[in-house]
């Protein structure tokens, strides 16, 4: 039988000694909790993102727009510029649609319901219920990927994902408090991504060993059972590296809808089973060899093609303005266009 106020107090207790410094954190047990700005900022960049890769965009989003005020009033393309490299650019077209409606619905401050905060564009029920018990001690249950995991294993669910996740959303509730609801869900998350982690588990340095059901079986890390997956499917592109013989590149903008929807890429043909070679200008196209990328939905090999040309219809960006700008599929297209015109 699980013991849960043992349980919670034993993680509460680690979460103090071993607790992760972290850009957009309060210290634990902090009076003032931290800005609800930076909470959202950080969840937002955190899905799909890992800490490392997104803490330095953090940094530099919170250092050019200290509030949401700031970052409502910036333009699209700039949004979208400093975003590249972040990958899964929904989210960004939505983290400026979600500071716009702070800003015009509610003076620039956040609101602090689960209800009020999922009513936002782009924020989910992770999001709401993060941004509620991190930034406002509200005892919300904040259940990802990393709770369902720990959930699953302390015990030893046998149900696969995805049916499992209302029951593991249920047990994560068990845990949820009106003490420190805040620190719960920084606590957890700080097990789940350091200790039980998804291959190999620490469970000699878990607070949680002592009832953990998935412990006792010998192999925790069997769970969260999963039911198999269809294969991502494969598809094929062109891209095509223009340059003007003085430096620049040729970009374009992506349309607003749809996949890196508003980006700035090269110009490029579909992504199908069987492209067609159809390059933007005619000129001395030569092939540069290929790239590859695995997005959510499919994985993609894009053959590059390099020339000197001009054209009107293009964005001309020195080369490493481009690279900057530009989402990573497309960045090591041109890198790979660059190192062989
Ligand atoms: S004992 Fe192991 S499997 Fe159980 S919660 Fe801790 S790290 Fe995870």
């Not at 030893?156 to 068990?174: K, Q, S």
């Not at 003490?179 to 340095?205: F, K």
């Amino acid at each position: 039988m699980t013991d849960v106020p043992s349980l919670r107090a034993a993680l509460l207790d680690w979460y103090d000694a071993h607790a992760r410094s972290l850009p957009w954190r309060a210290p634990p047990g902090a009076t003032t909790k931290t800005a609800p700005y930076r909470v959202w900022l950080s969840e937002v960049m955190l899905q799909q993102t890992t800490v490392p890769h997104a803490a330095p965009y953090f940094e530099r989003f919170t250092t050019r727009w200290p509030t949401v005020a700031d970052l409502a009033a910036v333009e699209d393309a700039e949004l979208m510029a400093a975003w590249a490299g972040l990958g899964y650019y929904a989210r960004a077209r939505n983290l400026l649609a979600c500071a716009r409606a702070v800003t015009a619905e509610y003076g620039g401050v956040f609101p602090q319901t689960e209800t009020e905060l999922l009513a936002l564009p782009g924020v989910g029920a992770y999001t709401a219920a993060a941004v509620a018990a991190i930034a406002f001690d509200q005892p919300a249950n904040v259940v990802d990927g990393n709770v369902e995991r720990v959930m699953s294993r302390l015990f030893a669910l046998e149900t696969p994902l995805p049916a499992a996740r209302p029951e593991l959303r249920r047990l994560a509730a068990l845990f949820v408090y009106d003490d420190r609801p805040g620190d719960w869900a920084q606590a957890l998350m700080d097990l789940g991504s350091g200790v039980c982690r998804p291959r190999s588990p620490l469970c000699d340095q878990c607070p949680l060993a002592f009832g953990c059901e998935g412990l006792k079986t010998g192999t925790p890390e069997r769970y969260p059972l999963k039911t198999k997956k269809a294969e991502r499917p494969h598809r094929r592109g062109h891209a095509y590296v223009l340059t003007d013989g003085s430096g620049r590149v040729a970009l374009v903008r992506r349309p607003d809808k749809g996949l890196l929807g508003g980006m700035a890429g090269l110009p490029t043909s579909d992504w199908s089973a069987a492209p067609e070679f159809t390059p933007p200008v005619d000129a001395g196209w030569s092939a540069a060899g290929s790239v590859e990328h695995v997005f959510t939905h499919f994985s993609l090999t894009l053959e590059v093609h390099v020339a000197e040309g001009g054209g009107d219809d293009f964005l001309w960006t020195p080369a490493e303005e481009a690279a900057k700008a530009l989402p990573t599929v497309f960045r090591k297209a041109l890198e790979r266009g660059l190192a062989a015109a």
